[in-house]
């Protein structure tokens, strides 16, 4: 199971026309950056080692934590820069991470909990009325909980592979997070996955490998566009996707109460899930470009 090879050669060549477009492009003093290289402002682009920038926008998708699914509803950027990719071993493939100049390697957006602190959401066919009151009773500020994702690691720990991303086969992102529960019943320390139990999402951009007895689900590679003369790559329509991760229990939930509430939510949300029994499918549009351009960009707007 493959992603279609026309399209891989499609993206592979333009990911290659993209970093042609800025060969020979100088280094610059500081200045400022114009036009579609704004949005690549807290990119470390001038830190030894950085050859290339992302800047990604997650506008959509689901994640399944255990019994939980959580729609994707407010925006997550994911931004930094990146090495070129190794050349051998374990990491060969794969490009080595810096965190975003502002501190936001990835934004923290807080989405919804269908069914909040007591988990009752109406079934799908309920009438509208229903769903409704439902939402307001059990998802207003009191008794609402929202779930938020956080980098369980530093930027360091994150892995990219332009390759994979753009032939839709093998991990494309590996990412090291957890989720940050919130509610004012279960305190500001209320967490499922942690620097020392991080969840490890590998995501895909083709199919992804999930264990043995587990169905695989397909992501997409989107559609390419050339900005700035050919030196920013924007994908479109993209959509990665893991099966395959595991979660822990959750962990200080309720403050002082922990040891009473943290039984509660994991058996509410089915905590410790195994392998299999999770999935994360990530709409996005991706940007990505090259330190050599925004430097000479850079240079030309003092």
Request: charged letters at 15%; a positive charge.
């Amino acid at each position: 199971m493959q992603a279609h090879p026309k399209k891989r050669m499609v993206v592979c060549l333009a990911l290659a026309l993209t970093a042609l477009a800025s060969l020979g492009l100088a280094a610059s003093a500081s200045a400022k950056l114009t036009g579609e290289y704004t949005k690549f402002q807290y990119c470390p682009y001038t830190t030894v080692g950085v050859a290339r920038c992302l800047y990604s926008v997650g506008e959509g998708g689901t994640i399944v934590l255990g019994k939980k699914t959580v729609t994707v509803e407010k925006p997550v950027t994911i931004q930094g820069g990146y090495t070129a990719s190794a050349e051998e071993g374990p990491e060969e493939n794969y490009a080595k991470f810096f965190a975003a100049t502002n501190g936001v390697t990835i934004s923290k957006a807080a989405q919804n909990v269908p069914g909040g602190l007591l988990g009752i959401v109406p079934p799908e066919s309920s009438p509208p009325l229903v769903k409704a009151l439902s939402k307001f009773f059990f998802e207003n500020a009191l008794t609402g909980v929202t779930s938020t994702l956080e980098l369980a690691k530093p930027a360091s720990e994150i892995r990219i592979s332009e390759l994979h991303l753009a032939e839709g086969v093998g991990i494309a992102l590996k990412l090291p997070v957890m989720v940050h529960l919130e509610n004012p019943f279960l305190g500001k320390s209320c967490f499922v996955g942690s620097s020392g139990s991080p969840i490890n999402w590998n995501l895909s951009s083709g199919f992804s490998e999930p264990p043995k007895g587990t169905e695989p689900i397909e992501g997409k590679i989107g559609e390419v566009t050339f900005l700035e003369s050919g030196r920013i790559l924007r994908l479109t329509g993209n959509e990665l996707v893991d099966n395959g991760w595991s979660a822990p229990a959750a962990s200080g939930c309720g403050g002082i109460l922990s040891f009473l509430v943290n039984p509660i939510i994991n058996a509410q949300v089915g905590l410790p899930s195994a392998a299999g029994k999770n999935s994360a499918r990530l709409k996005n549009t991706i940007s990505t470009t090259t330190a050599a351009a925004l430097k000479k960009n850079n240079a030309e707007n003092p």
